[in-house]
């Protein structure tokens, strides 16, 4: 009860709109399933629709029309189009989503707050108010200890995980009961099979770090980007971005780079240019992330689950931990995965070790390592164009 009311003082004025909004479709979805019995609602994070939410909806629409499934869609979206050229949509937040949301007999998203509204639906769904089902297709492999999605903090009915090593984690250690934890494959898995990779195309992607104290949703704008620029996190990535020697190798091997940091970081993203003809910064709004995991042949990151990604498709990266204490003790901690015993690139605490690899890599024209590509046997217990087709046969299976 503590916990309870913790989380319910944490609920703000635009929460309290959607309990009321919940009130009032809660009657309405009670008649409308009685005539869609059998509705999926699916969704990723309401603002796109290009992961695991989307290539599922997107393979039930194609190889089983038959079956009634929505998704959930910001109405400004960029990606709204093509999903409504593909099957029904819901303008995500609104009335119409919470009825839908209410009335599904499933509910499905890559993204643990993939519904109208994630305060409200919290409180509903953790507690125990709405037992509802909800399947947790994942953003990612999860590699880390992640306790918000243990399953005291979620209650998934259903949660996808694409490895061995993953599953017997999740199902071991995150407290769910038996049967929920299925080992399947991420949907968007099934699109990495046909790469047409650009040669020399350099790819650094880094993940976030929640201690900078900054997000996509904050209002100080001007403080944030004092902050930031001030950060160990801007002036390291920066360094390597904007280095004179990473401008060499590129000249010399004729590379290119693909800056395109975690979306948390995507307001500062102009600290970052330099002008050099080489380097791109991708923002989100004229980039997609998976295109750029397939276009590119060398991949630079630190700790984001697009590393396993790029290593499904057996190419070579090199990873830049310069905080790993500091990351596993402020933001995730460790779980099964070690770097240095499981990782699919060698780690590199420093500039110079980092950029001393990058040109060799180049002069090797990218060729991965024996090494990692054994470790890609070993890691990827299911290698395979099947995961949307596990996962929508799963879901049938269990809710049928």
Known sequence: MQRFIE???????????HILLFLLALPTALVYRLFRRDLWLLCDNGVEASDNGYHLFEYIRREHPEQDCVFAVNKDSRDRAKVAALGKTVRYGSFLHWILYLTAKVNISSQKSGKPNFAVCYLLEVYGILRNKRVFLQHGVILTDIEFLYYENTKMDMFVTSTYREWEYVNSHYGYPEGVVKLLGLPRFDKLHDADVTPR???IMPTWRDWLGTNALA???EKDRANFTSSEYYKKWSSVVKS???????EKYGCTVMFCPH??????IDLFESGDPYLTICDYDRFNVQELLKSSAFMVTDYSSVQIDFAYM??????FHFDYDDYTKRHYHKG???????????VFGDESSLLDYIEQAAKNNFENDEKYLDRHKAFFTLYDADNCKRNYEAIKERYK
């Open 201 to 203: 195309q350099i790819l």
């Open 219 to 221: 209002k100080n704008a």
């Open 244 to 250: 004179d020697r990473l401008r060499e190798i590129c």
């Open 263 to 268: 979306r948390d970081t995507q307001r500062f």
């Open 7 to 17: 989380k319910l003082s944490g609920v703000k004025p635009w929460d309290l709109f």
């Open 336 to 346: 099964y995965y070690d770097y240095e015993r499981d990782g699919f690139g060698p």
């Open 314 to 319: 057996k190419k070579p990266l090199a990873y």
